[in-house]
Every structure is written in C-alpha cells, then in structure tokens.
C-alpha cells in the first residue's frame, strides 16, 4: 500500500510564506509524478502545482505562477511546495497527490484524474 501525508501547513500573514512538504511510503515504486491541489470552502478542489518524476518537468496554475515553487526529492519520494507572497485566496486546505503505477494513454497532470494516491490535506490560512 501507499501512503502520502503532507506537512507544513499553518497560518501566515499576507505576503508572508509557507512550506509544504509531501512524503510518499510504502510501495513507491513507479511514482510518475506528485501534485498539489487545494480546495477552499464552497469551491472545487483546484490544481496548483505539479512535478514529473524523472525529468522534473514543473507544471503550475495561473494564479500560483511566480509565488510558488515546486520541487522533489526522489530518493525521499518527497515533494515540496514553496509558497510566496501568500494571498488571503490562497486560504484552503491543500492537498498532495501521486500518480504511482503504470497508466496508459496520455495524461494531464494537472487533472486530478490523472492522481490515484491522495493525502489527507494540510490547512494553508492567509488572513485578509
């Protein structure tokens, strides 16, 4: 089995900054990508950051492009999320995602459908 638990999460002051980590465990044998996505009250789950595995390729949303940075450790199977310049619309409970296991055709990483391992979701307050 996996299991992904994220980290970090926390109340920050507008313009201020937050760190998120993500470990996967157990069998990660075949992780082709990590995402992080974030649902605040009311709203759909959104995408906002997303890595490859092997070749690092980064993907972001547009409202995060700039302020948050996405990276991974693979021998950690861990993913980080540096968050900048936070936003009172940044508040929500993001989550972390892993795409492990084999898949066919052609995926969207930024589509949660393309993730079939989820965290349980890291509270990310930014006051207004």
């Known amino acids: 089995q996996v299991q992904v638990v994220e980290s970090g999460g926390g109340l920050v002051q507008a313009g201020g900054s937050l760190r998120l980590s993500c470990a996967a465990s157990?069998?990660?044998?075949?992780?082709?990508?990590m995402g992080w996505f974030r649902q605040a009250p009311g709203k759909e789950r959104e995408f906002v950051a997303a890595?490859?595995?092997?070749?690092?390729?980064?993907y972001y949303a547009d409202p995060v492009k700039g302020r948050f940075t996405i990276s991974r450790d693979n021998a950690k199977n861990t993913v980080y999320l540096q968050m900048n310049s936070l936003k009172p619309e940044d508040t929500a409970v993001y989550y972390c995602a892993a795409r492990i296991g084999s898949y066919s055709g052609t995926v969207n990483w930024t589509d949660r459908k393309a993730y079939n391992y989820w965290g349980q979701g890291t509270q990310v307050t930014v006051p207004s």
């Open positions: 157990g069998r990660t044998f075949g992780t082709y990508a």
């Open positions: 890595v490859g595995w092997s070749a690092g390729n980064a």
